[in-house]
């Protein structure tokens, strides 16, 4: 191998860097299934219950290597998902307490067996041990990346061979098992990575902080698409810059929290900015709703308060469209109106343009055709339709506009047409005697 | 206040045993909610999150009092469950992600927190995570009593206050969140309510017993009272015994392999757990074994009983020999064990290598045959069922049909001469 000469005699800040990247990108994949299947704290589950196997292999084998300690640790998170399955199986006990239950009783086992580990008579030193509570990445050998790359490199093999089936099982294992897919086989692999992954990583950055580096790339990459390739990619690109840029900021602290407190600021930062997903986005869209409503809110009034008079456009007293309904900031919506060319105000009238006018119809006629419907096929009453009506209009596709015309044309329900608007089903404010 | 001296000159093990108790039943009060609510990780979660707002509250006051502490604690625990909540409300992430992000995040800061003011102070990691049980006697004492055990008193007490408090909203909003909100209860400020009791509580347990074993505490004896009954108040009461049991037996056990005492007792309460899954009366697995055991004994046995009636009827001179019988009941051992349960209550002799009915057993056997064929006729009568379906159901029903339902189908039937395959209902 041409890189050991080159790895030997890496220093040991460039170890930890390239350690902690491989074990974020690890864990950033792992932790999307994981995410994604609703199991984010198995992870948390996981790491405690691996400490009574780290113990034990301590006990039993004598050695401190990382592979006998993480076999030991496998072999007991491994009997921890049994324990759940079969508590959330056989007995009335919900999967939240029994995650709680099996975590803290092998977590206090495993306190139980580190303290016979320390006693002297055992061979007193528990040093590496207690890296796994933890973390000490500073601890790192060569021989751990070495271990972390084959594992990452499994990891990556099994995601990529059987990519098709975990899609699948994460987002629908009910159509994945009728369509004869091995769905508990394929969880149960999904199960295994995430506890391989748990469990190497363990040493490296400790228990809780293990749980995180799961739950945080994946939950970050989650904001930023919808796609589980994208996903998975982001996630693990997200796991690989939160460790060693985590260690380089953190130095002085411990490693493990440095990495955390990284991941989770990738977490708020696309929390606030992500685009869709993301809270800056998500208000941004709901401002922009919210203002067109209110707009083609304006323009169907006032179509409905001129429609008296057309064809001929009348100039409508402000004083009229503002008593008309309730409106928020009227004058700023009058004045995009204005700017968009759909009407001409006055200091005190205002006037639909004839452009606007075509608007302020077919927005009418979207509004009355949904009333209609609901009026003669939802047998709603017609003096209920119109707040009905007012919440879907702005969300009719044209095509459903277009469907509804022709059915009511069809059965011959639709009414003469004024500028190809119905009339309105029920009375408008504009019929009653003006005060 | 001024204790008696029996009580300020017990033995370091009594304080040890007491401590340990005290926290079990502070946190079975809380703990029973949390599994009812199906928030158990919610525990796991406050219990690391309160971590940061420890160390502010020590860094401002100065001191690990306990009224800075029990603020830290609660205005923390109020942060990560409203932190908890947005994130998945608003921000749509997973609620087990979300607890996920806010507790690691949190206890990352902690950790950060811990190094960079209080290097070395009364902040060992290690203590975060397992507690220092052994050490209870030996810390300064509050009105008499050792300290960790003076603030898990007051924590206890002030649980118990507030939960009989707020005995029915809680019970409702636990077991009915919707119907609570429905009737005006305020869901939520009773959730905010109870995490924050969570959060002190946690913090009170965190000197003796550690962040992850408090979780031991809060969920494994509420989870085994809830196999062992079906009511809140009883349920809290046995988790609070079991807590205390599992403190005796821990620490018992501890002291007897020489380890750490508080891993010793969540240990102890695993093992009463466990013992209640295998041998809960109702819910164990066990008695669930053993009552599907004894009915599918109880079929096998009237099965064959209905089996030689039908055989008799059909040709008195004819009968079923015991290899045949085992054979047809399809079940070999569990057959063989039916057969001599019924020889032996003498429902049926054994001729040679044959089996025959005895008085008694033909009267039973005549019941049985009874109840099936007055259901074949109800489902043909009543439901208008064809005749070549009716059998598999009246032969499944049949061990389920006592006097009561017989008598109510025999009055609201038409015929119950015959059953609709042409055969005589018996009497």
Same mark, same amino acid.
């Given at each position: 191998?041409? $890189?050991?000469?080159?790895?030997?005699?890496?220093s040991?800040?460039?170890?930890?860097m390239?350690?902690?990247?491989?074990?974020?990108?690890?864990?950033?994949?792992?932790?999307? =299934?994981?995410?994604?299947?609703?199991?984010?704290?198995?992870g948390?589950?996981?790491?405690?219950?691996?400490?009574?196997?780290?113990?034990?292999?301590?006990l039993?084998?004598g050695?401190?290597?990382?592979?006998?300690?993480?076999?030991g640790?496998?072999?007991?998170?491994?009997?921890?998902?049994?324990?759940?399955?079969?508590?959330?199986?056989?007995?009335?006990?919900?999967?939240?307490?029994?995650?709680g239950? !099996?975590?803290?009783?092998?977590f206090?086992?495993?306190?139980?067996?580190?303290?016979v !580990?320390?006693?002297?008579?055992?061979?007193?030193?528990?040093?590496?041990?207690?890296?796994?509570?933890?973390?000490?990445?500073?601890n790192?050998?060569?021989?751990?990346?070495f271990?972390?790359?084959? %594992?990452g490199?499994?990891?990556?093999?099994?995601?990529?061979?059987? =990519?098709?089936? =975990?899609?699948?099982?994460? =987002?629908?294992?009910?159509?994945?098992?009728?369509? $004869?897919?091995p769905?508990?086989?394929?969880?149960?692999?999904?199960?295994?990575?995430?506890? %391989?992954?748990?469990?190497?990583?363990?040493?490296? !950055?400790?228990?809780?902080?293990?749980?995180?580096?799961?739950?945080?790339?994946?939950?970050?990459?989650?904001?930023?698409?919808?796609?589980? *390739?994208?996903?998975?990619?982001?996630?693990?690109?997200?796991?690989?810059?939160?460790?060693?840029?985590?260690?380089?900021?953190?130095?002085?602290f411990?490693?493990?929290?440095?990495?955390?407190?990284?991941?989770?600021?990738?977490? $708020?930062?696309?929390l606030?900015? @992500?685009?869709?997903?993301?809270?800056?986005?998500?208000?941004?869209?709901?401002?922009?709703?919210?203002?067109?409503?209110?707009?083609?809110?304006?323009l169907?009034?006032?179509?409905?308060l001129?429609?008296s008079?057309?064809?001929?456009?009348?100039?409508?007293?402000?004083?009229?469209?503002?008593?008309?309904? *309730?409106?928020?900031?009227?004058?700023?919506?009058?004045?995009l109106?204005?700017?968009?060319?759909?009407?001409l105000?006055t200091?005190?009238?205002i006037?639909?343009?004839?452009?606007?006018?075509?608007?302020?119809?077919?927005?009418?006629?979207?509004h009355?055709?949904?009333?209609?419907?609901?009026?003669?096929? @939802?047998?709603?009453?017609?003096?209920?339709?119109?707040?009905?009506?007012?919440? %879907?209009e *702005?969300?009719?596709?044209?095509?459903?506009? !277009?469907?509804?015309?022709?059915q009511?044309?069809?059965?011959?329900?639709?009414?003469?047409?004024?500028?190809?608007?119905p009339?309105?089903?029920?009375?408008?404010?504009?019929?009653?005697?003006?005060? | 206040?001024?204790l008696?001296v029996?009580l300020?000159?017990?033995?370091?093990?009594?304080?040890?045993?007491?401590?340990?108790?005290?926290?079990?039943?502070?946190?079975?009060?809380?703990?029973? +909610?949390l599994?009812?609510?199906?928030?158990?990780?919610?525990?796991?979660?406050?219990?690391?999150?309160?971590?940061?707002g420890?160390?502010?509250?020590f860094l401002?006051?100065?001191?690990?009092?306990?009224?800075?502490?029990?603020l830290?604690a609660?205005?923390?625990?109020?942060?990560?469950?409203?932190?908890?909540?947005?994130?998945?409300?608003?921000?749509? &992430?997973?609620?087990?992600?979300?607890?996920?992000?806010?507790?690691?995040?949190?206890?990352a800061?902690?950790?950060?927190?811990?190094?960079?003011?209080?290097?070395?102070?009364?902040?060992?990691?290690?203590?975060?995570?397992?507690?220092?049980?052994?050490? &209870?006697?030996?810390?300064?004492?509050?009105a008499?009593?050792?300290?960790?055990?003076?603030?898990?008193?007051v924590?206890?007490?002030?649980?118990?206050?507030?939960?009989l408090?707020?005995?029915?909203?809680?019970?409702?909003?636990? +077991?009915?969140?919707?119907?609570?909100?429905?009737?005006?209860?305020?869901?939520?400020?009773?959730?905010?309510?109870?995490?924050?009791?969570?959060?002190?509580?946690?913090?009170?347990?965190?000197?003796?017993?550690?962040?992850?074993?408090?979780?031991?505490?809060?969920i &494994?004896?509420?989870?085994?009272?809830?196999?062992?009954?079906?009511?809140?108040?009883?349920?809290?009461?046995?988790?609070?015994?079991?807590?205390?049991?599992?403190?005796?037996?821990?620490?018992?056990?501890?002291?007897?392999?020489?380890t750490?005492?508080?891993g010793?007792?969540?240990?102890?309460?695993?093992?009463?757990?466990?013992?209640?899954v295998?041998?809960?009366?109702?819910?164990?697995?066990?008695?669930?074994?053993?009552?599907?055991?004894?009915?599918?004994?109880?079929?096998?046995?009237e099965?064959?009983?209905?089996?030689?009636y039908?055989?008799?009827?059909?040709?008195?001179?004819?009968?079923?020999?015991?290899?045949?019988?085992?054979?047809?009941?399809?079940s070999?051992?569990?057959?063989?064990?039916?057969i001599?349960?019924?020889?032996?209550?003498?429902?049926?002799q054994?001729?040679?290598?044959r089996?025959?009915?005895?008085?008694?057993?033909r009267?039973?056997?005549r019941?049985?045959?009874?109840?099936?064929?007055?259901?074949?006729?109800?489902?043909?009568?009543?439901?208008g069922?064809?005749?070549?379906?009716?059998?598999?159901p009246?032969?499944r029903i049949?061990?389920?049909?006592?006097?009561?339902?017989?008598?109510?189908?025999?009055?609201?039937l038409?015929?119950?001469?015959?059953?609709?395959?042409?055969?005589?209902?018996?009497?």
């Open positions: 191998m041409s $890189g050991l000469p080159l790895l030997l005699g890496l040991l800040s460039s170890k930890v390239i350690g902690t990247a491989l074990l974020g990108g690890m864990a950033g994949v792992v932790g999307c =299934f994981a995410v994604l299947r609703g199991r984010a704290l198995v948390d589950m996981l790491a405690h219950a691996a400490l009574p196997g780290v113990a034990l292999a301590f039993l084998m050695s401190r290597s990382i592979l006998t300690l993480s076999v640790a496998l072999a007991t998170g491994l009997l921890a998902i049994a324990t759940i399955a079969v508590i959330v199986r056989w007995t009335r006990t919900k999967e939240d307490a029994a995650i239950i !099996v975590l803290s009783t092998f206090g086992a495993g306190v139980v067996l580190l303290s !580990v320390q006693k002297p008579a055992v061979g007193g030193n528990k040093a590496g041990l207690n890296s796994y509570l933890f973390g000490d990445p500073g790192m050998l060569t021989g751990d990346l271990v972390l790359a084959l %594992v490199a499994i990891l990556l093999f099994t995601v990529a061979l059987l =990519f098709k089936e =975990f899609k699948v099982v994460c =987002f629908d294992t009910d159509f994945a098992q009728s369509q $004869g897919w769905t508990l086989t394929l969880d149960l692999l999904m199960m295994a990575s995430l506890a %391989v992954v748990t469990i190497v990583g363990l040493p490296i !950055v400790g228990v809780i902080l293990m749980a995180a580096m799961i739950i945080l790339p994946a939950a970050t990459a989650r904001f930023w698409t919808n796609r589980l *390739h994208i996903m998975l990619l982001l996630a693990a690109a997200f796991g690989i810059a939160a460790g060693p840029l985590g260690t380089y900021l953190g130095r002085g411990p490693a493990g929290a440095a990495i955390v407190l990284t991941a989770a600021s990738f977490f $708020g930062v696309s606030l900015l @992500a685009p869709d997903r993301g809270v800056a986005a998500r208000l941004m869209a709901e401002y922009q709703l919210r203002k067109r409503i209110t707009r083609e809110h304006l169907r009034s006032l179509y409905e001129s429609e008079q057309l064809p001929d456009i009348p100039c409508l007293p402000l004083l009229t469209v503002s008593q008309y309904r *309730h409106w928020d900031s009227l004058e700023k919506m009058l004045q109106e204005a700017e968009a060319g759909t009407i105000r200091e005190q009238t006037q639909l343009t004839p452009f606007g006018l075509r608007r302020a119809a077919e927005l009418t006629k979207a009355r055709l949904w009333e209609m419907y609901l009026v003669q096929y @939802a047998d709603i009453a017609p003096d209920h339709v119109d707040r009905d009506a007012d919440d %879907v *702005h969300l009719l596709p044209e095509s459903l506009l !277009v469907e509804l015309e022709q009511l044309a069809e059965e011959d329900r639709l009414p003469n047409l004024v500028a190809e608007v009339s309105s089903p029920h009375e408008l404010d504009t019929d009653k005697p003006q005060q | 206040m001024q008696p029996t300020a000159t017990l033995s370091p093990d009594a304080w040890i045993v007491l401590t340990g108790a005290a926290t079990n039943v502070a946190c079975a009060l809380v703990g029973c +909610f599994v009812l609510r199906r928030m158990s990780l919610m525990g796991d979660a406050l219990s690391h999150a309160v971590l940061p420890l160390v502010l509250a401002f006051s100065g001191s690990l009092g306990i009224v800075s502490l029990f830290g609660a205005a923390v625990g109020l942060l990560s469950t409203f932190l908890t909540q947005t994130l998945h409300q608003y921000a749509r &992430v997973p609620s087990d992600a979300s607890m996920g992000v806010v507790f690691t995040s949190l206890f800061c902690g950790v950060i927190l811990i190094k960079k003011y209080i290097n070395g102070l009364h902040f060992d990691i290690a203590c975060v995570y397992e507690g220092s049980l052994e050490l &209870v006697p030996f810390t300064d004492s509050l008499g009593l050792p300290r960790p055990l003076f603030t898990t008193l924590v206890l007490i002030v649980n118990l206050a507030l939960v408090a707020f005995w029915k909203e809680l019970k409702l909003s636990s +077991f009915d969140a919707n119907l609570a909100t429905t009737m005006g209860y305020p869901s939520a400020a009773l959730h905010y309510l109870l995490m924050t009791m969570v959060a002190v509580t946690t913090v009170a347990s965190f000197e003796a017993v550690g962040s992850i074993l408090v979780v031991a505490m809060l &494994v004896p509420a989870a085994t009272a809830h196999l062992l009954c079906d009511r809140l108040a009883v349920m809290i009461a046995i988790s609070a015994g079991v807590g205390i049991a599992a403190s005796v037996l821990g620490y018992w056990a501890a002291v007897y392999c020489d750490n005492i508080a010793m007792m969540t240990v102890a309460s695993g093992v009463l757990y466990g013992l209640a295998l041998f809960s009366p109702r819910y164990g697995i066990c008695s669930t074994l053993l009552r599907n055991l004894s009915m599918s004994i109880r079929v096998l046995r099965d064959l009983l209905s089996m030689l039908r055989i008799e009827e059909l040709d008195a001179s004819k009968s079923l020999t015991a290899a045949k019988a085992r054979a047809a009941l399809d070999s051992w569990l057959a063989r064990w039916a001599a349960a019924l020889a032996r209550t003498g429902r049926i054994r001729v040679g290598d089996l025959q009915l005895t008085d008694a057993g009267d039973d056997a019941q049985l045959v009874r109840s099936h064929r007055l259901w074949e006729t109800y489902l043909v009568e009543h439901l069922m064809p005749l070549d379906h009716v059998h598999e009246a032969h049949e061990h389920y049909i006592d006097d009561r339902i017989r008598q109510e189908l025999e009055e609201n038409e015929t119950t001469e015959q059953d609709p395959h042409g055969r005589e209902i018996p009497d």
